[in-house]
């Protein structure tokens, strides 16, 4: 005999055995108990949640020859017809791949003919939303004024899809999505019942992952339990078999992304691509473990909505207290975003490690929440007494992007920039025939050397920053032509040769604030220009 999946050998058969759904079961039971059945009805909700369970145990209930409480008997021919699917009475459609006007054209023909036995003649249409506009028109009338013995139960997923014609005509029924602990009562009962010995964190797990549908929960366990077959499922066993990981690797992963260490990050989404474990899913998972995180950080009482154990709790409350709400709301809508990338990419480790390198160089970015970022680094280190620099004029950054400016005796000073003490005597040349040099220079050139701030470079050169990406970009690439240019426009006008050295300031602040202007120092000449 061939094997029987779980969901389907342990579909429930009656009221009782339905999940999750009291509100339309009692509601369901009150009817039949007091002869108020509807005609027509709509099942709504997401995948997995009972709709077409519930209406084929409602099709038995109604036609239930000894009904108890509302619930069908179960053991009447007309109750055993139904279950084994050989059921004159119980018409089950597929609206996915019966969805034309014949089709419907059929149910009318049909609905013409009273059941020849039982009471009721029961059509549940499943995916409703898939009949197209012509086979809801043509479904109308019927579904209004269907002969008295005639039920309809329409059952969806995407309820919007409907039209207001039908809605309208229906008993609307909205299927919840099935909480954690119902469905992990539920998946232990049935693993009893089967004689595996499964941990309860496992059990848990799966739960979860079934992301509320009691069908997809069941389908994960019977994957996991083939794969483990003969043993007992552990929590492990779970996420190997799911590719899912654990919550102390993502506690770890947080951990080296808010200290700023990219290499150790990288590194423990390499143990997880060499484990085997989905990536995708690794995205997904994060996402949420980062949630969770803000959701403790919004208020004290989240403990009871997040459901983990009092060891993760209390990593959580820890690493709550670690970064920012702003800072985790970054981090959130990159991975939300990467969430959508790494769906149809076909590197999607390269997608995950570029974010996991933005995370930790909030500099990358230039909007507020990686401000937030990078001046929560700055705060950070101040306060374990490690200085913050300026800029350096190498061009090195430092961890936070903010570079470090050599002072008079090469030291750091802090992040204000200072005046140099002393300034070669041609550099001081340069600086006050600043505006008559650039006057003979080409139009192009000018304008972009026009943005740079004159600064000293460690090699006592003169030092040019920018903060237009543009401008640095077009100078550097011709850069034969523009610093030549100028140099040689300088050693015709002092009658020296400096050297000229381009930097593209990217430290999140501007040009001013990193370097010291000498123009602040030495009064350059006015020259009045012609354009």
């Not at 039908?166 to 004689?195: N, V």
């Not at 802090?414 to 650039?438: G, R, T």
Request: hydrophobic fraction near 40%; proline fraction near 3%.
């Amino acid at each position: 005999m061939s094997y029987t999946a779980l969901y389907r050998k342990f579909r429930p058969q009656e009221f009782e055995d339905v999940k999750g759904q009291e509100h339309i079961v009692t509601t369901l039971k009150n009817q039949i108990k007091a002869d108020r059945v509807g005609h027509a009805y709509l099942f709504c909700g997401t995948r997995g949640t009972g709709k077409t369970t519930v209406a084929k145990i409602f099709a038995k209930a109604v036609n239930c020859e000894n009904p108890a409480n509302g619930s069908p008997c179960g053991i009447c021919a007309s109750c055993k017809a139904i279950t084994e699917g050989s059921s004159m009475n119980v018409i089950e459609i597929d609206a996915a791949s019966n969805n034309g006007v014949d089709n419907i054209r059929q149910i009318r023909e049909e609905v013409a003919y009273r059941p020849t036995e039982g009471r009721f003649k029961v059509y549940i249409i499943d995916e409703v939303h898939m009949l197209s506009a012509g086979a809801f028109n043509a479904l109308l009338k019927t579904l209004e004024e269907p002969p008295s013995y005639v039920i309809f139960i329409l059952a969806t997923t995407e309820a919007h899809k409907i039209p207001i014609t039908i809605l309208s005509r229906c008993q609307r029924y909205d299927f919840h999505r099935i909480s954690i602990d119902t469905i992990a009562d539920r998946l232990m009962e049935l693993m009893r019942k089967e004689q595996v010995d499964v941990e309860k964190k496992a059990i848990r797990y799966v739960a979860k992952a079934g992301d509320g549908s009691m069908r997809d929960a069941l389908s994960l366990l019977d994957q996991c339990i083939a794969f483990h077959l003969g043993e007992t499922l552990t929590y492990d066993n779970v996420l190997e078999v799911l590719g899912a990981v654990d919550t102390e690797i993502f506690s770890k992963l947080l951990r080296q992304i808010i200290a700023k260490d990219i290499t150790g990050a990288v590194g423990t989404l390499d143990t997880l691509a060499d484990e085997g474990r989905e990536m995708g899913q690794m995205v997904t998972d994060f996402t949420w473990y980062l949630r969770n995180l803000l959701l403790m950080q919004s208020s004290e009482d989240m403990e009871e909505v997040l459901d983990m154990s009092k060891e993760h709790l209390a990593s959580l409350k820890e690493e709550a207290a670690m970064v920012k709400p702003e800072v985790l709301m970054r981090y959130i809508r990159i991975f939300s975003e990467l969430g959508n990338q790494v769906r149809y990419a076909s590197q999607k480790r390269i997608l995950i490690e570029i974010a996991i390198i933005k995370l930790c160089k909030p500099q990358m970015e230039k909007d507020y929440e990686s401000v937030i970022d990078r001046l929560a680094s700055i705060e950070a280190k101040l306060a374990s007494g490690i200085p913050v620099a300026a800029a350096p004029v190498s061009g090195e950054t430092g961890n936070d992007g903010i570079a470090a400016f050599p002072g008079a005796n090469g030291s750091t000073p802090s992040a204000k920039p200072q005046l140099p003490k002393a300034i070669p005597e041609d550099i001081q040349q340069v600086i006050k025939s600043w505006k008559s040099i650039l006057a003979e220079i080409g139009a192009v050139t000018k304008m972009y050397l026009n943005k740079a701030v004159p600064s000293l470079g460690s090699n006592q050169e003169l030092l040019l920053v920018l903060d237009d990406a543009n401008a640095f970009e077009y100078l550097n690439e011709n850069r034969s032509d523009c610093v030549t240019g100028l140099k040689e426009v300088i050693a015709k006008r002092i009658g020296k040769e400096v050297e000229v050295t381009i930097r593209k300031n990217d430290s999140g602040l501007s040009a001013k604030e990193t370097v010291p202007d000498l123009r602040d120092l030495i009064n350059y000449e006015i020259e009045e220009e012609n354009f």
